[in-house]
Every structure is written in C-alpha cells, then in structure tokens.
C-alpha cells in the first residue's frame, strides 16, 4: 500500500485493555501491533467510552494498575499523540440496539463506534470480536 506525504493509512480504534497495555509497555500487546499503533501514518482514536471505562473500574478498585493513568486520561490520551472518539447520539442508539447478549456498556459502546464509523477495532477480546465488526488482533 503506498501513500502521499501527509496522507494516512489506516484508522484505528484501539480497546481500552490495548491503551491501557500500550501505556505500560506491557508485553501482552503483540510487536506488530506496537508497530502499528507507533506508525505516524495511522489515526490512533481512543472512545470517550474507554475514558469512562479507566475512570470508573480505576474508582472502585477494579484497574488498580490504571490509578494513575485515571487521573487524567485525556492527558495520556494526548502525550501518545491519539485522537479523542466522542460518543454522538447514533453512537449511543445503535450500543443499545446491538442484538447480543454481551452486556457490557464500554464493549456495546466501542463496538458501535467501529461500526458506525467504520472502524477496525484493536482488540484480544473475543466477546467483542464476536460482533459483525472489523478487528485486529
């Protein structure tokens, strides 16, 4: 695939579990998606979801490793150089219309986000790749 100086290659919407290992240096998160993710030709997009999910499960003592990084999200979001996802209305209607039995609201929400943008989404989580979305794993 080639590009022109400025253009990019991909669009990504990257897991919470994957912000959260890729802040950590954590070995769980694969080379080729280090890689990925570093490459300054691609849009790294992080949910306001996935805020949601750090601040609450760090709050009641669920992502304790997350304390720090729980603070303030949106400054780690932007020391990497990613974008913010705002959750819209059409977002937070299709999360709830998702026909799943996964219920989870940070899952349903992300997965909205990747369908109704058309997003891939980078994720090990199998119950979220189970929905009719693109994934990169």
């Known amino acids: 695939m080639s590009s022109t100086p400025g253009s990019r290659l991909l669009r990504l919407l990257l897991d919470t579990h994957v912000l959260l290992w890729w802040l950590d240096g954590d070995a769980r998160l694969p080379v080729r998606l280090r890689r990925l993710i570093a490459d300054e030709l691609n849009v790294v997009l992080i949910s306001a979801a996935s805020v949601w999910e750090i601040t609450t499960k760090a709050r009641l003592g669920r992502l304790p490793a997350a304390a720090d990084v729980a603070i303030d999200v949106p400054a780690a979001i932007a020391s990497q150089g990613f974008e913010p996802l705002d959750i819209t209305i059409a977002h937070a209607q299709r999360a ?18 990747a369908q109704l943008e058309n997003l891939p989404i980078v994720t090990n989580d199998e119950a979220v790749r189970a929905f009719e979305i693109r994934s990169i794993w």
Not at 96 to 113: I, Y
């Open 96 to 113: 709830g219309a998702l026909l799943s039995a996964h219920r989870d609201p940070f899952d349903r929400m992300l997965v909205a986000q």
